[in-house]
């Protein structure tokens, strides 16, 4: 009788580079990341020490608890069917382009064409969001361990732009351990998370009710005249708190731009999508309902505009205080270094196609296999995104970084519809990978479909009063400049393409001669 062979170690990365060159493109990126290191990079940008402590007042203050109790459990089944899309697509094409060599694909180089660059932008406002999240919390530190530290704006973007020159330095010359950084940041991540958790329930004398934290609602976004039961407030106010759990969980298309550094990329991939959306949504719901039992003085959260600071500040001692920020501190670092990697993976892969200008700076590799010059033109952007938090606004919350995390939203969602939509449209003639939802495709997709498309509309509204043109009190400080920032890239690409993109962009490029010829993975459903 015979015998299946034991595939060697070596077998996993030859079938990789051999699916590889069946899509077009050589081996050139290093082929070393482990499955799990493939999952971790998505869950530490989706970090839950990240998202859940720099965009809790947004929720607070749109909604108040319900908005995080009920929300975010809410919020993330819808993202979580998003990421079964996308886990399908990543395992019938695993490349570093991910997202926009979906597009192109399945439609034409015009899908790839919008994709990419709302994908590119998307990626950038993640990474300048999370690293100045990261600054916002240093300042913190820095202010509560040193008396002579003021923690002033200044001073915050001064951090900001230190942090994500480290994140640039640690992806250029940290080669032969950026995958280890990953897998130590997981276990950070859950390790922080934990003892987090464990201080908030043992440390602080009282707690909320159930009641508060499952009834509870708020509206101190200036909208309605605080009402919270009338429709300003239901259809407005609170979906404006779902931000919080929008931005925590996103990035996780991460997993498709380091496929190319992926052993068993059309297995693992898709494994680490998914299942970074789904370990997220949990630990991050118990940490944040950790905080919601923590936050016993309600004036104090109001008065520091939803801070999430402000629950650990009045209701733990100063050295559990100091604990927590700290924790959240070194997790939203290793977020955004994560961050940097995706972001110049796609850089990288889109210009490598020829769709950025100047790409042939872009898509070169050093001989360590590093896309350098794709590191640091997408952190320079990342830079001159965030420019406008240098301005102080008058409305007591922090408008440019929530702007900021609206771009991030709108241009990363975004891009994951258009993929997802020609994956319907293409119905049966999809070719699937090993990993696929099987006939549970369109309900899923057309869910994907109908979320992604409330939440645009959602995030590109004015956040506070002060930020509507003709309103009282009217300052350009406060506007969202989301849909400026996403719509004037969309505008300048759109002109791009009819003005001259079209007759020269035809999609991926190929760099290899011929695809290897190899057999069609069997299709098998996937956990769905």
């Known amino acids: 009788m015979a015998t299946t062979p034991v595939p060697t170690a070596e077998q996993p990365m030859d079938d990789d580079a051999r699916r590889l060159a069946e899509l077009g493109y050589k081996q050139e990126l290093r082929r070393k990341w482990s499955g799990f290191s493939n999952f971790a990079i998505s869950f ?13 007042g947004q929720a607070w203050n749109n909604g108040g608890p319900v908005a995080i109790s009920w929300g975010w459990p809410l919020i993330s089944l819808f993202i979580l069917i998003i990421g079964f899309c996308m886990a399908e697509l990543v395992s ?9 060599w979906w597009a192109a694909t399945m439609g034409r180089p015009v899908h790839g064409w919008f994709t990419g660059w709302l994908n590119l932008i998307g990626l950038v406002a993640v990474t300048a969001s999370v690293d100045y999240g990261c600054a916002t919390f240093l300042n913190l530190t820095l202010s509560a361990l040193f008396d002579g530290w003021a923690g002033t704006l200044r001073q915050a973007f001064i951090l900001f732009v230190i942090i994500l020159v480290l994140h640039g330095l640690i992806n250029i010359f940290g080669h032969r351990i950026i995958d280890v950084l990953q897998n130590v940041s997981v276990w950070w991540h859950v390790a922080g998370a934990a003892v987090v958790v464990a201080i908030l329930v043992f440390v602080p004398d009282n707690h909320q009710s159930f009641q508060f934290v499952f009834t509870e609602r708020f509206n101190n976004s200036g909208f309605g005249d605080g009402d919270i039961g009338g429709l300003t407030f239901w259809f407005y106010v609170l979906p404006l708190g779902f931000l919080l759990t929008q931005y925590t969980i996103t990035g996780f298309d991460a997993c498709a731009h380091v496929s190319e550094e992926t052993r068993g990329a059309s297995q693992a991939a898709a494994r680490g999508l998914w299942q970074s959306i789904f370990y997220s949504a949990v630990g991050g719901w118990i940490l944040l309902l950790a905080f919601l039992f923590a936050a016993t003085d309600v004036e104090a959260v109001n008065a520091a505009g939803g801070f999430s600071g402000a629950i650990f500040e009045s209701a733990l001692t100063p050295v559990f205080f100091k604990i927590v920020i700290i924790i959240s501190t070194i997790g939203q670092f290793f977020c955004g270094m994560s961050c940097v990697t995706s972001m110049s993976r796609m850089a990288y892969a889109f210009s490598r196609d020829r769709a950025v200008p100047g790409w042939r700076l872009w898509s070169t590799v050093d001989r360590n296999g590093t896309p350098v010059n794709a590191i640091i033109g997408a952190t320079l952007a990342g830079l001159v995104l965030t420019l406008p938090a240098l301005y102080e606004s008058s409305a007591g919350i922090p408008i440019a970084f929530y702007a900021v995390v609206s771009v991030a939203v709108l241009g990363l969602y975004l891009s994951f519809l258009i993929p997802i939509a020609l994956r319907l449209r293409m119905g049966d003639r999809f070719v699937p990978g090993p990993w696929t939802l099987g006939r549970k495709y369109k309900l899923l997709g057309w869910i994907a479909v109908i979320e992604i ?3 645009a509309v959602y995030f590109v509204l004015p956040i506070v009063p ?14 969202n400049y989301a849909p400026l920032a996403v719509g004037g890239v969309l505008l300048v690409v759109a002109v791009w393409w009819y003005a001259s993109a079209r007759k020269w962009f035809t999609g991926p490029v190929r760099t290899v001669e011929e695809p290897a010829v190899a057999a069609d993975p069997a299709p098998a459903d996937g956990p769905v």
């Open 466 to 479: 002060a930020g509507v043109p003709g309103n009282d009190g009217f300052t350009w400080s406060a506007v």
């Open 92 to 100: 019938a094409y695993p490349t570093a382009g991910g997202i926009y």
């Open 44 to 56: 530490s940008i989706i970090s839950i020490l990240a998202g859940c402590f720099t965009t809790f």
């Open 453 to 455: 498309a409330i939440i």
